[in-house]
Each structure stands twice: as C-alpha cells, then as structure tokens.
C-alpha cells in the first residue's frame, strides 16, 4: 500500500474553504480501483491543508492521475484562488500500519 501526500499552502483564511470544498464532495476518487482512503488536515495555524490518499499501490494512483475521472474532478475546483504556493506532492510506501486495539 502506498500513502500519497498533497500539502497545499493557503492564503490567510482560505484553510476552511479548502476544508469545505473536499467535505462537500462526493469526488470520484472514492469509486476508483485502487482507492483505499483519504483524509483532509487543516495545520493548526492554518497555513496549509494536507491530504493523504491511501491507495493499494503505485499503479492504482497512477491511472486515477491519467484517468478521465481525475481530470473530471480537478476541473471543477476552484482552489487556485485560494493557495499562497504550489502544491508538493510526495508519495510513501507504507511500511507500519497500526489501528486502535489492533495487536501491538
């Protein structure tokens, strides 16, 4: 399984409207072969949002980023407004997994 990280750097007060524009939608991420999961952290400061996807591996996230589907999903967001940089990727193989009450 791999993790996919998106850190976007936002303008003053633009952290909860990045917030409200993944909460708000469905996406198509959630539907494609592959996808695992993805959270949405707002900084505490709130000078970046970060999104972590998980997906089963390298492959399955390579062909959402060439999919109609992504493209679909990143024409309608509006978020360019509202970032103070460029978004940096990184990609992680996760290596330790660990769940509440899971074994230690």
Do not use: C
Request: charged letters at 25%.
């Amino acid at each position: 399984m791999i993790a996919i990280t998106n850190r976007l750097p936002v303008k003053e007060g633009a952290a909860d409207r990045i917030v409200e524009q993944f909460a708000g939608s469905r996406g198509e991420v959630q539907d494609f072969p592959g996808f695992v999961s993805m959270e949405v952290l707002r900084a505490e400061d709130a000078t970046e949002v970060l999104v972590i996807t998980r997906w089963e591996d390298r492959e399955a996230f390579d062909s959402w980023v060439h999919s109609d589907s992504f493209k679909k999903a990143h024409a309608r967001s509006d978020s360019a407004g509202l970032l103070s940089g460029h978004p940096q990727m990184g990609s992680y193989e996760i290596a330790v997994n660990r769940d509440a009450g899971g074994p230690a």
